[in-house]
């Protein structure tokens, strides 16, 4: 009787797991790499609409930042939105900014990805030149097929100062230049 079920029940199960749709890992890693990088360049072009498409504009957004002496986070969207939109708005035009991601790790679910990578920011304001890095943490969620931020961490690993900087590999490399 078991051999008959399992007889049965093989056929069924085999044609199941042939019909589920597969994912793509290496294609949906670059696809996220490309909706982390084109959230962080609207950030920079102070692009609102080109920013909010690429996060989850509901109740579960969450932004925090932790710095030497500080953490803060804000939950939900229309807690942050008028942050965002501000910063959109401000006169930036004494700083100008430059962004390189390395060191990603993606791990990748059917549905959701979690993101932890490293960023080094350059910048120049008021005519004075200096960077940061960054550790950087995402998750992001598929919504309608398209992949979303919803969870979005910085990690300052440098201060404004040299003397504040903590040890990190990419310091040297910095220094150097």
């Not at 007889?7 to 994912?23: A, K």
């Amino acid at each position: 009787m078991g051999k008959k079920i399992v007889v049965l029940f093989l056929p069924v199960f085999l044609f199941t797991i042939s019909c589920q749709q597969r994912v793509d890992i290496k294609k949906e890693k670059e696809a996220i790499k490309a909706v982390i990088i084109a959230e962080t360049d609207a950030f920079d072009n102070q692009d609102y609409d080109g920013l909010v498409e690429h996060m989850v504009r509901d109740s579960t957004f969450i932004r925090m930042s932790t710095g030497k002496h500080e953490h803060t986070g804000v939950a939900g969207w229309d807690n942050m939105a008028h942050w965002y939109h501000e910063f959109a708005t401000a006169d930036l035009s004494d700083y100008k900014v430059e962004r390189e991601q390395s060191n990603w790790k993606i791990k990748v679910y059917p549905e959701c990805a979690w993101v932890v990578y490293d960023q080094i920011t350059r910048y120049v304001y008021k005519g004075q030149k200096d960077y940061r890095t960054t550790k950087e943490i995402r998750f992001l969620e598929k919504v309608d097929g398209r992949w979303k931020i919803n969870y979005l961490h910085v990690i300052y690993l440098s201060g404004y100062e040299k003397d504040e900087l903590l040890e990190y590999s990419l310091i040297e490399e910095l220094e150097e230049e």
